[in-house]
């Protein structure tokens, strides 16, 4: 999932290259690659994936054209970490990380980088958390994880 793709860099060019070449590689891995931009040009990326097998596009996918959308939001589970955070190993170290960032948000960007990169600590955290949703949530589930940049 990669949104407003039309805010173009060379990290986000890099992930969509990688992704292209994973799909041309192994055209029948389940793999489900959604670019989301309310302003992007379709034709571009359309273009981009043509030669990518079994790759199919979807124009748009708008609220008014979502038929199911009301019976999706219905099964839709809301969970903020704060309350996940018990539940994962190492709680004690990630609720401590979790206070220090509520009283001083920049302190994950102190390091060396000038904030480039995420400390070790929170990326610990991310990947318990990713651990324990995918070990807990039902085989078909999905789950989105919805981090805000800095």
Known sequence: LIDECHERSPESDLV?????SFMTAHPMAPIRLVLMSATFDHERYRTYFA????????????????SSFSSMYERVGVSYI????????????HGKLLR??????????????????????????????VTWLNDHEPEDGIFLIFAPTY
């Open 82 to 93: 704060e309350d996940v955070i018990p539940h994962l190993p190492d709680s004690k170290d």
């Open 51 to 66: 030669d990518v097998p079994n790759c199919e596009a979807i124009e748009n996918i708008t609220l008014e054209t979502a």
């Open 16 to 20: 969509l290259t990688i992704c292209k």
């Open 100 to 129: 220090t960032m509520w009283t001083n948000p920049d302190e994950d960007l102190a390091g060396d980088d000038g904030g480039k990169s995420l400390s070790q600590p929170l990326l610990r955290l991310v990947k318990s958390l």
